[in-house]
């Protein structure tokens, strides 16, 4: 069975959770892949997640996947207050940001934002954010360096926030559940 509904198979696959034990081995070595790819410093990341999508559709067998499906989200626990435009337009920006991981898009992104929270750093109560970034899979350690370039600026920008005064992690997942299963 197709896990993309496209008629590959004859019939539709109703969900993604019916993907043999052989495409994930498939979808792992993708990402084996991308990564070399990643590591190779081609023309520009944006090129790589394009061709990551690619080669995702293709461990599927498919081409109706839109961009990746692997699932990013994005929290920020800050201690200052955040307008709800401020809000949307970190949210915006980060959905243009995390297509510096090859295979990610917006359109699995999650954003959180925790506004006032009691947050030091450094012994004060000064303006600081603490990011976190959960991803299903992983990326180089350069396609998680320019996120972090992007994410400081974002959030430095939109928020009145030194650069030195944020902390941005990165989790990796090989479990992560949607939909009422996991992938």
């Known amino acids: 069975m197709s896990p993309c509904g496209d008629g590959l198979s004859g019939t539709p696959a109703p969900t993604f959770f019916s993907v043999s034990d052989s495409r994930l081995r498939s979808l792992f070595r993708v990402n084996e892949l991308a990564r070399d790819i990643v590591k190779l410093r081609t023309k520009s990341l944006i090129w790589h997640s394009q061709l990551y999508a690619k080669l995702e559709r293709a461990a599927f067998g498919c081409n109706n996947i839109k961009g990746g499906f692997f699932m990013p989200f994005i929290n920020v626990k800050t201690n200052v207050s955040v307008t709800e435009d401020r809000a949307e337009t970190i949210k915006t920006q980060f959905g243009k940001a995390i297509t510096a991981i090859p295979g990610k ?21 000064e303006e600081a954010a603490m990011v976190e970034v959960s991803l299903f899979g992983g ?16 959030v430095s920008e939109q928020l009145g926030i030194p650069a030195d005064r944020i902390y941005v992690k990165y989790s990796e997942t090989a479990n992560w559940g949607w939909n009422g299963s996991n992938f």
């Open 105 to 125: 898009s917006e359109s699995w992104l999650m954003v959180g934002i925790e506004p006032n929270s009691m947050l030091w750093f450094r012994g004060t109560s």
């Open 139 to 154: 990326a180089s350690h350069n396609a998680y360096s320019v996120l972090t370039s992007y994410i400081t600026k974002i």
